[in-house]
């Protein structure tokens, strides 16, 4: 546990808790995303990280850091309101836990499972409304292979905590290159 307070769901450059702009409007900011099931161990990296980084930095109005948890279509409206959206998350792959992959939406749609019901949302079920919308904006997904994400615990696995510091470096890596330079905090 941190000593200092827990920053809102979602912010924009430290003020609200709303998306900035109304969906289908002036979409000229960044919504960074993490997801996740945080009582199911890895599976809630996403979750965990944007906690972790948004407690680092501050970030300038056109950025909106969302933790987006397992909200599904509630987070529509926050998808279809941005022009960048860089969604932080698991990737259950075979593969060495604790590994980074970087991909663009549609290099991502090849790992994302077929869409289902209205009564098991997942994120691809999101997206798939957004982009009939007409509203999906430009995608990233950093995305990192969990250890541990089956069983009901609240904590993550250490090689995963362990990973914030690299991923906190893609993440500005892709904000650099959107124009955006986020400053840390003095607790940092």
């Known amino acids: ?17 709303s998306p900035p702009f109304p969906c289908s409007g002036n979409r000229k900011y960044v919504t960074v995303l993490g997801l996740g099931n945080i009582l199911m161990g890895d ?22 850091l ?3 948890g397992t909200l599904g279509y509630v987070l529509l409206d926050t998808i279809c309101s941005c022009e960048h959206l860089i969604v932080i998350d698991v990737l259950k792959i075979d593969d060495t ?9 549609e ?22 409304k957004a ?3 007409g509203e999906m904006p430009e ?23 362990e ?7 893609f993440l500005l890596q892709e904000l650099a290159h959107l124009g955006i330079v986020p400053e840390k905090t003095a607790h940092a």
């Not at 836990?97 to 939406?105: A, L, N, T, V």
């Not at 950093?142 to 250490?158: A, F, G, R």
């Not at 990973?163 to 470096?169: A, Q, T, Y």
């Open 1 to 17: 546990m941190s000593d200092h307070q827990e920053k809102p769901i979602s912010r924009k450059g430290g003020e609200s808790n």
């Open 97 to 105: 836990p604790g590994h980074i992959y970087r991909f663009s939406k």
């Open 107 to 128: 290099e991502m749609e090849i790992h994302l499972p077929p869409p289902t019901s209205a009564h098991e949302v997942k994120f691809a079920d999101v997206m798939c």
């Open 43 to 64: 599976e809630g990296f996403g979750v965990h990280f944007i906690r972790w980084f948004s407690n680092r930095y501050d970030v300038p109005g056109n950025v909106l």
């Open 131 to 133: 982009d009939m919308l």
């Open 139 to 161: 995608t990233t997904f950093l995305c990192i292979v969990p250890d541990q994400y089956k069983d009901l615990n609240p904590e993550m696995t250490s090689i995963l905590k």
């Open 163 to 169: 990973k914030f510091p690299v991923l906190e470096d």
């Open 66 to 68: 969302v933790d987006g």
